[in-house]
């Protein structure tokens, strides 16, 4: 399942596509799912074929689309990759033989970022998050954990059936860096689905195109604002417990651990862009625990409840 919203990613398009048709183990359908832009429905339509085309039949975001692919999909496992990453040859097959366990409800992988240009050397890896790909401090082999990273998941359709879709509330809209949908619905399958295993396997690998956008401080620090304010959504359905469990982690080990690295490698390589990321680390870290702070209690911020799967087959 691939979700689109922008012709500006047209090449990345076909390249994810591309990845898809090259699989070890083919994927029994291919969904692209055009979230409320008529122009590029119609280009993804012409240039296609044995791919299916289709409209964000909800509100237009990444939820919205998401759910759109969920009632429309047949297979008993789904999964979605972003229309700016780019698969492994192995990736379905990994997927799959993740889910041989049967407590697996949700499998995810990991996403090596490929830039354009050289990395910016004041980017900390502790924060490649920001750019929707694996950070450092995530787990080196497959194990059991909260959630999955959005680009790279696959789910047991069944599980929507059980717990909703995607909320609509959270999530990206267009270019708006919010997220967390994905976080939100998997805590929800760890609490309405007894012994569900949320599994990652960096082995389950893509790469995401990192845009020129992307690589800038300004980009940095609204995605980590952005970021406070989903947790802070989230927060509100699932509980803080639950919203920030995996973060509160983060924050106490890989941020410390990444600060002392940067400095150390002033004197120990006589890299002065280690200073720079240790900064990065901390001005990131104090922008999303502001903002979250700032909105968990905010009433004016409203979680929208998702639709069930009966409803978003109805409306597909």
């Known amino acids: 399942m691939i979700c689109a919203y922008t012709e500006r990613r047209w090449d990345d398009i076909l390249d994810c596509v591309a990845s898809l048709r090259a699989q070890t183990c083919a994927p029994d359908e291919i969904l692209l ?13 012409d240039e296609f074929v044995g791919v299916l085309v289709v409209e964000n039949l909800h509100a237009r975001g990444l939820s919205g689309a998401r759910n759109t692919a969920i009632a ?8 979605f ?31 090596a970022p490929r830039w354009d240009g050289a990395a910016p050397r004041w980017f900390p890896s502790e924060f490649h998050w920001v750019v929707g790909c694996s950070w450092t401090g995530l787990p080196e082999s497959a194990v059991a954990v909260r959630n999955v ?25 267009g270019t708006n860096p919010v997220g967390c949908e994905e976080t ?43 970021e406070g304010y989903s947790k802070a959504q989230i927060s509100r359905t699932v509980g803080a417990r639950d919203a920030t469990q995996s973060e509160r982690a983060y924050a106490l080990r890989t941020l410390p651990r990444g600060i002392v690295a940067g400095i150390a490698s002033i004197f ?42 009966a409803e978003a087959a109805e409306a597909a």
């Open 81 to 111: 990759i972003d229309d700016d990453g780019a698969a492994a040859p192995t990736w379905c097959e990994r997927l799959l033989a993740a889910f041989r366990e049967p407590n697996v409800m949700v499998v995810g992988g990991s996403a």
């Open 149 to 173: 990273i959005g680009c790279n998941m696959a789910f047991r359709r069944d599980v929507f059936a059980t717990v909703g879709l995607f909320r609509t509330g959270v999530g990206r809209i």
């Open 184 to 226: 939100e619905l998997c805590i929800r399958i760890h609490q309405q689905i007894p012994g569900a295993i949320v599994k990652y396997d960096p082995s389950i690998a893509i790469t995401h195109h990192v845009t020129g956008e992307r690589r800038t401080s300004r980009y940095f620090f609204r995605r980590c604002w952005a």
């Open 33 to 45: 799912v055009i979230d409320h832009n008529p122009e590029l429905f119609r280009r993804a339509t």
């Open 72 to 79: 429309i999909a047949t297979g008993d496992v789904v999964a």
């Open 268 to 309: 120990g390589r006589s890299d002065r862009s280690g200073a720079a990321r240790a900064a990065m680390i901390i001005g990131g870290g104090v922008t999303t625990a502001t903002s979250y702070s700032i909105h968990r209690f905010r009433r004016s911020d409203r979680v929208e409840v998702s639709s069930t799967v």
